[in-house]
Each structure stands twice: as C-alpha cells, then as structure tokens.
T-cell receptor, first 114, second 113 residues
Framework: GQQVMQIPQYQHVQEGEDFTTYCNSS?????IQWYKQRPGGHPVFLIQ?????EVKKQKRLTFQFGEAKKNSSLHITATQTTDVGTYFC??????????????FGQGTILTVHP | NAGVTQTPKFQVLKTGQSMTLQCAQD?????MSWYRQDPGMGLRLIHY???????DQGEVPNGYNVSRSTTEDFPLRLLSAAPSQTSVYFC????????????FGSGTRLTVV
C-alpha cells in the first residue's frame, strides 16, 4: 500500500534556527498534504501541494513538492517557540482510485529551546 | 459550526468489552476517516468512507467495524477490546477533492485494561 517515509523523527533547535522535515515515497504521489499537531492536540491542515516542483509559502513556512512528485519538504525559517509540535506529511492514494484515503508519515517532532 | 465532534473524550474498557466511538460532522463533508495514534507510529488509518453507504479498510482495520448510514455520522465500533487497542483515536472529515485537507476531531483517549 501507499507509504510515505518522513525524516527526521525528532529535531531539537534553538529559537531562531531553521528547521526542515522531509517526506519521501517510492511511488509517484498525486498530491501531498502537511499537518501540524501541537502537544496534546489534534492534527491541523496546513497546505496541499499538487503540481510537480510546486513551492508554496506561508509566512516563515516553505513547502516544496519534488519534480518527480516522490518527495516533499517543509522548511521553517527562524523557528519560534510557537512552532513546537509534530509535523506530518500525508499522501492520498497515488495511482489508485481511493481518493480520500490519506496515509500519514510518521511525523517529525520539533522542539524549540528558547 | 461545531466541525468534527468526537465522543467520548476519554474511555477505559476492560478486555473483551465492546463499545462505539462516536463521530459527527456538520460540514456536509463526503469523506470521513478514523485514525489511531500511538507513540512513534504516527497516524494509522483504520477505516475510511467516501460517502454515505460506502466504507473501506485502511492499514489497521482488524478489531474494528464502521458504518456510514448518513453523511454526518461515522461511528467506530470495537468488537472485543484488547490492550493493543489502547490508543488515541481521531475522526476526520474532508470535502471531496481534499482541497482544504482533513478536519480532525479532538480525539478519544482509550485505555483497555
């Protein structure tokens, strides 16, 4: 079945440092979504990428979708303590017809030290 | 606008008991899904539905049943609870096309003893 691998599992940074998490698939993805989950909370949708090579920005967050649509990244510039949480990538069922079947990566837990 | 409502928020079951986790959404979303979250395992899909009357299995369906008789409701039934089902369960819904992603409920923390 559809699998997305996410690295690193943990990332500890000092406030003001940059942070990047990567998501990789062995198969071509139809789209990729990113979510953030604050400690003790539920996942919250951040963005969806659909096009090959697509780059989208949300303030200090930059999302990229690879040219081959097999990988994606989330980069945070100058982290703040409010960025703490787990960041997940998620992919719809690429190549199949089961749209709506969203598979999540294992997530990257970000800790920001003030 | 309540979004996705899950009940209960906490539950303790004895091994072998059955129960139903409730999930309701008021956004007229066609897609609904159930996930379980365990430490280090991310979010794993249990069952999902692309519309009323249509359900399908996810990655970890064993021990769980679902039905989707209405657009709004998507209950998850544990048939005979086992300690391995101790987890946090999230229900989520999304419009067809997933353009705004899935909206998640606040979760149910289940402990099976």
């Amino acid at each position: 079945g559809q699998q997305v691998m996410q690295i690193p599992q943990y990332q500890h940074v000092q406030e003001g440092e940059d942070f990047t998490t990567y998501c990789n698939s062995s198969t071509t993805l139809s789209n990729i979504q990113w979510y953030k989950q604050r400690p003790g909370g539920h996942p919250v949708f951040l963005i969806q990428l659909v096009k090959s090579g697509e780059v989208k920005k949300q303030k200090r967050l930059t999302f990229q979708f690879g040219e081959a649509k097999k990988n994606s990244s989330l980069h945070i510039t100058a982290t703040q303590t409010t960025d703490v949480g787990t960041y997940f990538c998620a992919a719809d069922n690429a190549g199949g017809t089961s749209y709506g079947k969203l598979t999540f990566g294992q997530g990257t837990i970000l800790t920001v030290h003030p | 606008n309540a979004g996705v409502t899950q009940t209960p928020k906490f539950q303790v079951l004895k091994t072998g008991q059955s129960m139903t986790l409730q999930c309701a959404q008021d956004m007229n979303h066609e897609y609904m899904s159930w996930y379980r979250q365990d430490p280090g395992m991310g979010l794993r899909l249990i069952h999902y539905s692309v519309g009323a009357g249509i359900t399908d299995q996810g990655e970890v369906p064993n021990g769980y049943n679902v039905s989707r008789s209405t657009t709004e409701d998507f209950p998850l039934r544990l048939l005979s609870a086992a300690p391995s089902q101790t987890s946090v369960y999230f229900c989520a819904s999304a419009p067809r096309g997933l353009w705004d992603g899935y909206t998640f409920g606040s979760g149910t923390r289940l402990t099976v003893v």
